[in-house]
């Protein structure tokens, strides 16, 4: 039988949580700005892969901050599949205990891996502990072909045999792990991730080349030398990692997730709002910052968070994603719902994923003037061009928006549906909206903070 909780309801969402729950749909009333003061917590793209992190030690581990978002829930199932105890308090800290390490079933992997590409990043601490490993079919979100060569090329160079199986890929390395000289033909986050973890337990010394340095990475270095690992980098992309016998547990507190907080803040520019967001720091979303201001945007840093809003009337921009210290492709898909209501033609280059404008159909549909070009193109405000898997949407506007009925197809698209369904006039259905709790937490309840007029069906 489906239920409907409306917005003033005491709680909003249907899994008690303030979370979005399987199944359900958002009947959203748009055309106000949102207003008001949510909080962010720990960066699912540290939290989860710190989690990954603790099968390292040879003592429990402790993470702060961790968000409740499903994520992290899956990590934590492949986690007690794999005889980790792991302990929730309820207020974000996480106690993981690898003493009771075993291998696990095939079957019972792939049953928790759902829609997540973490189980690949367990490879290299499943072969130190164990010699082997098994990564399912991998899932994540459909913005790509989202590939995992480089993570399988670096652990053929640590040492590990890989065999692709009808179900999945088994790697072995029955003689242990050595250290290896790798160079990534991108920076890859997760492959450079794949590195660190498989790294600091392998004999001898790691020398990687082109290697992410997102804040989230660094985290994760500093995770691991808490454990005890040997980790340095340098100039230019290259981490040096020195082998040690054994690791420990850590505490740790994640880095605030600045996805979450780009997104929120994309959502005061969309619906000409005025939103507080409480833990997020300036150093990382330098970047974000500065094109949030030309794209018409205000901002004031404060010690506990910054404040978001316009400071007039918005302004097209040009933007090209991509690695850290650039325009992370995870802020792009917010921006746009924010540009449909600039003033001029905005043009956004997605440079990282090789489809990630397929959510702009939907905002045409709501009335935005969107045109994808999925090829790219070269435009005399940006550098060279540099993959060749990129594309371009071109963004005119203001156009005014209207509500429609709409299919979440990933994450941060998702998200951006959701803000597009407020800043719009009249009643938007948006479906499948529990793929936002993949790396929102308790959406709902920020939903209710900021004044958002919503229905919750299902
Ligand atoms: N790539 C390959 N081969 C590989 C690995 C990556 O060709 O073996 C390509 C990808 O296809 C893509 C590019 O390299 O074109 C970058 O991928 P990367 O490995 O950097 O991404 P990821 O580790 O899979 C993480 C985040 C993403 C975020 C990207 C970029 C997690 C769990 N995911 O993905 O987050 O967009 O880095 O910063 O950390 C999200 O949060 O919504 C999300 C998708």
């Not at 498989?198 to 985290?219: D, F, K, M, S």
């Not at 997104?263 to 000409?272: E, I, K, N, P, R």
Request: include cysteine.
């Amino acid at each position: 039988m489906s239920t409907l909780l409306s917005a003033s309801a005491p709680t909003p969402s249907g899994n008690g949580n303030g979370d979005l729950a399987s199944g359900q749909v958002l009947k959203i009333r748009g055309g106000r700005p949102l207003t008001g003061r949510v909080e962010v917590k720990g960066a699912k793209n540290l939290a989860t892969k710190a989690m990954v992190a603790a099968l390292l030690g040879e003592t429990e581990s402790v993470l702060r901050d961790v968000p409740e978002i499903s994520d992290v829930n899956v990590v934590r199932s492949l986690l007690e599949v794999h005889g980790v105890t792991v302990q929730d308090d309820g207020e974000g800290v996480l106690r993981l205990d690898p003493r009771g390490a075993v291998s696990a079933h095939f079957e019972e992997i792939d049953a928790h891996a759902g829609a997540s590409r973490i189980p690949i990043l367990f490879c290299g601490p499943l072969l130190h502990l164990l010699g082997q490993a098994f990564i399912p079919d991998l899932g994540g979100c459909r913005i790509g072909d989202r590939p995992i060569d480089f993570h399988l090329d670096a652990l053929r160079s640590f040492g590990a045999t890989v065999d692709k199986l009808p179900s999945g890929i088994r790697l072995s390395a029955p003689e242990g792990l050595h250290g290896a000289n790798i160079t990534l033909p991108y920076p890859s986050v997760g492959a450079t991730e794949q590195v660190l973890l498989t790294g600091v337990r392998a004999r001898g010394t790691t020398e990687l080349r082109n290697a992410a340095i997102e804040p989230e990475i660094l985290h994760l270095i500093a995770v691991l030398q808490k454990m005890g690992a040997i980790i340095s980098y340098e100039p230019n992309r290259v981490i040096f990692i020195e082998g040690v016998d054994s690791l420990r547990g850590y505490d740790h507190r994640c880095i605030f997730d600045r996805n979450e907080a780009a997104s929120w803040a994309c959502a005061a520019l969309a619906t000409d709002g005025d939103i507080f967001v409480g833990g997020a720091k300036q150093p990382e979303m330098l970047t974000f910052l500065n094109v949030f201001r030309k794209a018409g945007g205000e901002f004031d840093i404060h010690e506990d968070g910054i404040r978001f809003h316009r400071g007039g009337a918005l302004k097209p921009v040009t933007v090209e994603t991509d690695v850290h210290p650039g325009f992370m492709t995870d802020w792009q898909q917010p921006l746009i719902v924010a540009l449909t209501q600039a003033e001029g033609t905005s043009t956004v280059h997605e440079t990282v994923y090789e489809n990630r404008l397929g959510f702009t159909r939907a905002l045409n549909q709501m009335g935005a003037d969107i045109v994808v070009h999925p090829e790219g193109f070269a435009s005399p405000e940006r550098r060279v061009p540099r993959r060749a898997l990129e594309q371009a949407a071109v963004i005119t506007g203001p156009t005014p928006l209207h509500g429609a009925d709409v299919v979440v197809p990933d994450l941060r698209g998702g998200y951006s549906y959701v803000i597009a369904a407020l800043a719009a006039e009249g009643e938007s259905t948006v479906r499948n909206v529990e793929i936002i709790r993949r790396g929102y937490e308790k959406f709902l309840d920020k939903l209710t903070a900021l004044g958002a007029d919503y229905d919750v069906i299902g």
